[in-house]
């Protein structure tokens, strides 16, 4: 049971996420939902990769060539994290940007406002 616990977190991160871009109606929090997925699968890929009593494949001193050893960490879903963590922030901040910019020529942040829905 205790080794369930990064995947029901990761599918925890990704519910919450998807009810904040699905159901609400404020772009901020729209953000703060695609953010919440995308650490959800960050944190599944980091999940894979994971083996117990494993050490990370920079702190060992194999030869080169050698496929991953019982006693490394897989090192690709690493990478594939890191180029993931860095590429989210760049979107993260033009989805913010662009959100500045709503608010400065609709006055508001409010998709239904917007996008020419009234209640």
């Avoid at 159901?23 to 980091?46: A, D, Q």
């Avoid at 050698?66 to 006693?71: F, M, N």
């Amino acid at each position: 049971m205790i080794f369930n616990i990064p995947f029901i977190a990761v599918a925890a991160l990704v519910i919450i996420g998807l009810y904040a871009v699905i159901f609400r109606r404020n772009l901020i929090k729209m953000v703060i939902g695609i953010t919440l997925i995308e650490s959800g699968v960050n944190l599944f890929l980091i999940t894979l990769g994971y083996r117990e009593g494993s050490v990370a494949p920079i702190f060992t001193s194999l030869p080169t060539g050698t496929i991953v050893p019982e006693g490394m960490a897989f090192p690709v879903p690493q990478a594939l994290t890191l180029t993931s963590i860095v590429i989210g922030v760049a979107v993260l901040a033009l989805m913010l940007s662009l959100i500045i910019h709503i608010y400065r020529h609709y006055g508001t942040l409010d998709v239904r406002k917007i996008g020419g829905e009234e209640e």
